[in-house]
C-alpha cells in the first residue's frame, strides 16, 4: 500500500509545466533604451520583461536582478562613474537581457524546471506551449511553492510525518 509520502511525492513527479498558468509578462523590442526599459518596470506587474528582436522572435529576458547591475559599482574611481553613465544612457534591452536561460514547454516535468531554475540560478524561466511556438510567458518558482503545497495540503500529511518520511528515505 502506497504511503500517503509517497502519494505526495508521485502527485509532485507528475507535474508539468503545462499545469500552471502561464504568467504573461510585458514584451519589449531588443532596442528599447535602458530608460524606457526601467519606466516600463515600473509601470508593470510583472518586474519581468521579454525581449524580443524587430520579428517578435524571443531574445531573452530582463529581470529585476539584470536592471540592477546598471546600478552596481564596485569601484568609485572618476572613470568607472563616467562608465556607468555612458552604459546606463547608451544601453539597450539587448545589452540587458539575459540569453542563456532555457525555454520550457509545457510538456516538461517539474523535476527539468526546478532542475533549470537550480542550474542558472534563476525564479522564473522563459515559457512556450511547444518547442516550435513562440514564448508566451513565464513559468515561477512561486508558482511551483503554491503548488507543492496544495498537494500537501490535499494528501493531509503532518509536517512531523513529513520530516519522519524524509529522514527515512534519506537512511535507505
Same mark, same amino acid.
Given at each position: 500500500?502506497?504511503?500517503?509520502?509517497?502519494?505526495?511525492?508521485?502527485?509532485?513527479?507528475?507535474?508539468?509545466?503545462?499545469?500552471?498558468?502561464?504568467?504573461? !509578462?510585458?514584451? $519589449?523590442?531588443?532596442? %528599447?533604451? @535602458?530608460?524606457?526599459?526601467?519606466?516600463?518596470?515600473?509601470?508593470?506587474?510583472? +518586474? =519581468?520583461?521579454?525581449?524580443?528582436?524587430?520579428?517578435?522572435?524571443?531574445?531573452?529576458?530582463?529581470?529585476?536582478?539584470?536592471?540592477?547591475?546598471?546600478?552596481?559599482?564596485?569601484?568609485?574611481?572618476?572613470?568607472?562613474?563616467?562608465?556607468?553613465?555612458?552604459?546606463?544612457?547608451?544601453?539597450?534591452?539587448?545589452?540587458?537581457?539575459?540569453?542563456?536561460?532555457?525555454?520550457?514547454?509545457? !510538456?516538461?516535468? $517539474?523535476?527539468?524546471? %526546478?532542475? @533549470?531554475?537550480?542550474?542558472?540560478?534563476?525564479?522564473?524561466?522563459?515559457?512556450? +506551449? =511547444?518547442?516550435?511556438?513562440?514564448?508566451?510567458?513565464?513559468?515561477?518558482?512561486?508558482?511551483?511553492?503554491?503548488?507543492?503545497?496544495?498537494?500537501?495540503?490535499?494528501?493531509?500529511?503532518?509536517?512531523?510525518?513529513?520530516?519522519?518520511?524524509?529522514?527515512?528515505?534519506?537512511?535507505?
Amino acid at each position: 500500500m502506497e504511503s500517503l509520502f509517497e502519494a505526495f511525492i508521485s502527485k509532485i513527479k507528475e507535474m508539468k509545466a503545462g499545469d500552471f498558468l502561464m504568467l504573461k !509578462a510585458p514584451t $519589449i523590442i531588443e532596442t %528599447t533604451a @535602458c530608460f524606457s526599459i526601467l519606466d516600463e518596470s515600473l509601470h508593470q506587474n510583472s +518586474k =519581468t520583461l521579454i525581449v524580443v528582436d524587430e520579428e517578435g522572435k524571443y531574445f531573452g529576458i530582463i529581470s529585476p536582478k539584470d536592471l540592477v547591475v546598471l546600478f552596481t559599482t564596485f569601484q568609485t574611481d572618476i572613470s568607472t562613474v563616467f562608465s556607468k553613465v555612458k552604459a546606463f544612457t547608451s544601453s539597450t534591452a539587448r545589452d540587458l537581457a539575459n540569453q542563456n536561460l532555457p525555454i520550457i514547454i509545457d !510538456a516538461d516535468k $517539474i523535476s527539468r524546471v %526546478t532542475e @533549470c531554475m537550480t542550474k542558472y540560478e534563476s525564479t522564473i524561466l522563459p515559457r512556450a +506551449k =511547444t518547442k516550435n511556438d513562440p514564448v508566451e510567458g513565464l513559468i515561477s518558482i512561486n508558482d511551483i511553492i503554491l503548488a507543492v503545497r496544495n498537494i500537501w495540503k490535499d494528501t493531509r500529511i503532518d509536517s512531523k510525518q513529513l520530516v519522519l518520511e524524509l529522514e527515512r528515505e534519506e537512511d535507505e
